[in-house]
T-cell receptor, first 112, second 112 residues
Framework: AQSVTQLDSQVPVFEEAPVELRCNYSSSVSVYLFWYVQYPNQGLQLLLKYLSGSTLVKGINGFEAEFNKSQTSFHLRKPSVHISDTAEYFCAVTSGANNLFFGTGTRLTVIP | SQTIHQWPATLVQPVGSPLSLECTVEGTSNPNLYWYRQAAGRGLQLLFYSVGIGQISSEVPQNLSASRPQDRQFILSSKKLLLSDSGFYLC???????????FGPGTRLTVT
């Protein structure tokens, strides 16, 4: 089975500052990795995904993530955040089977 | 394009009452369908998934059940709700050949 650890439960950052949300995973097999964003009382929206190929993945809303196999990490980054980026962010991993294992989430709060 | 609907958006039910949450997907055929639950301050837990009409797999034994009466319809039910059933219920789908899951808007269930 796979598992995901999001070390930071809350990340406050000033508007226009860069941000990195950390994600580490555990798996004995090859994995696919995802980042989702959840705004209050809404479903999850796919930000980006790593399936294969280039380890730097670009997603929507200016976010990107880098897959690092040796460090089993998939950190999410944005060079300059906006107020509208305030939300909960979830990292997820799957081996391709039906289950998708989620981290416990990181609440990003952008401070004006 | 594909869209996924869930209803109701919010629900308040007393302990011991029955439950029926519905999810439908439009714009695709033969999707894999999923029910997740998100408890307050926690990640997402897979409850059920279905790879076809009438085919249901349960990930967590509990007093909930799921059914798939039509290709693009997925229903979550309970005969008698418990307080611990409160949470945010999310339906998701992915194409048969895909790995990324796409989520519905969710149903906020409060059991009183």
């Amino acid at each position: 089975a796979q598992s995901v650890t999001q070390l930071d439960s809350q990340v406050p950052v000033f508007e226009e500052a860069p941000v990195e949300l950390r994600c580490n995973y555990s798996s004995s097999v090859s994995v696919y990795l995802f980042w989702y964003v959840q705004y209050p009382n809404q479903g999850l929206q796919l930000l980006l995904k790593y399936l294969s190929g280039s380890t730097l993945v670009k997603g929507i809303n200016g976010f990107e993530a880098e897959f690092n196999k040796s460090q089993t990490s998939f950190h999410l980054r944005k060079p300059s955040v906006h107020i509208s980026d305030t939300a909960e962010y979830f990292c997820a991993v799957t081996s391709g089977a039906n289950n998708l294992f989620f981290g416990t989430g990181t609440r990003l709060t952008v401070i004006p | 394009s594909q869209t996924i609907h869930q209803w109701p958006a919010t629900l308040v039910q007393p302990v011991g009452s029955p439950l029926s949450l519905e999810c439908t997907v439009e714009g695709t055929s033969n999707p894999n369908l999923y029910w997740y639950r998100q408890a307050a301050g926690r990640g997402l837990q897979l409850l059920f998934y279905s790879v076809g009409i009438g085919q249901i797999s349960s990930e967590v034994p509990q007093n909930l059940s799921a059914s798939r009466p039509q290709d693009r319809q997925f229903i979550l039910s309970s005969k008698k709700l418990l307080l611990s059933d409160s949470g945010f219920y999310l339906c998701a789908w992915n194409p048969r050949e895909g790995t990324a899951k796409y989520f519905g808007p969710g149903t906020r269930l409060t059991v009183t």
